[in-house]
């Protein structure tokens, strides 16, 4: 899979590579092959939960939508109390950007 980097992306696919080589991030692959997410099982404050790094999907579908049964299925084998992502997002709010913030991401935790 080809995977385009965003602009306002930090890593590189090698970044992913070595995550993925060392154990500490896990791949999911859908049934079809046509897509995959990259997942991490995190320490938070009140114990584990599974962060998806990023999904990449041939068809432009979007993979953790579609497979987020599966995914929760994943996190509660796991012992997460919670999955995360991050995603960078428009629109700004007038009084971060007046104090010279500049949107970075936004985090959205669901409880399983």
């Not at 990449?56 to 987020?68: F, L």
């Not at 999955?83 to 007046?98: P, T, W």
Request: proline letters at 3%; glycine letters at 8%.
């Amino acid at each position: 899979f080809p995977v385009t980097i965003q602009d306002h992306d930090r890593w590189l696919p090698e970044d992913v590579y070595m995550h993925l080589k060392s154990g500490n991030m896990g791949l999911y692959m859908q049934d079809s092959g046509e897509g995959f997410a990259v997942l991490q099982p995190i320490k938070g404050w009140d114990g584990t939960e599974l962060y998806i790094f990023c999904g990449y999907s041939r068809d432009k579908h979007d993979v953790v939508m579609q497979d987020i049964e599966s995914i929760k299925d994943i996190a509660r084998s796991i012992g997460a109390k919670r999955i995360k992502f991050q995603s960078s997002r428009k629109g700004f709010e007038k009084l971060a950007q007046d104090m010279g913030y500049s949107l970075d991401f936004v985090q959205y935790e669901m409880e399983i």
